[in-house]
């Protein structure tokens, strides 16, 4: 698929590193008006789609947009930074070279205009 996919060791390096980035979100106070109350489950798609759009995988979405899928949420460009950030965060420290986290980082950047509305 992508080198990153590859440098974070195919489909279980994938699994770690939503469950790492998980963990991190759900544990960010500054975090949880957006995240609490959302069910495990959905809360795991979200990384997933997360994570292919970081990736550049193929959009396995439910269908609705970026834009769409954060409508009406007043998301912040704090709350971004926090998300993107946990991720990038996660990826290094799973051993992931510092060119290919930076990568990671602009694409999802690209994404910034569609998903903070507040
Ligand atoms: C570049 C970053 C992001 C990507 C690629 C992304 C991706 C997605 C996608 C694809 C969905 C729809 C899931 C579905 O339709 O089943 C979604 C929903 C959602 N996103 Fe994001 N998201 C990003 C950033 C954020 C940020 C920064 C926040 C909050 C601070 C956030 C909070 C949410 C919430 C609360 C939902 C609804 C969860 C649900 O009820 O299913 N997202 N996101």
């Given amino acids: 698929m992508h080198a990153i996919y590859d440098e974070l060791g195919g489909s ?24 609490e109350g959302i069910d495990v489950d959905r809360l795991q798609a979200h ?23 954060h409508h009406g949420m ?4 704090a709350a971004f930074d926090r998300v993107v950030a946990s991720l990038m ?6 051993g ?8 990671v980082g602009e694409r999802l950047e690209d994404l910034r205009a569609d998903i903070v509305t507040a």
């Fill in 47 to 69: 990384q997933r789609a997360f994570l292919a759009a970081a990736f550049g995988g193929p959009q396995v979405f439910s269908g609705r947009s970026i834009g769409e899928a």
């Fill in 89 to 94: 965060t996660a990826l290094a420290d799973l």
């Fill in 12 to 35: 279980d390096g994938v699994r770690t590193a939503v469950a790492v980035m998980y963990h991190r979100v759900v544990a960010d106070p500054e975090l949880a008006p957006w995240f």
């Fill in 74 to 77: 007043a998301i912040t460009d």
């Fill in 96 to 103: 992931v070279a510092k060119e290919a986290v930076g990568a």
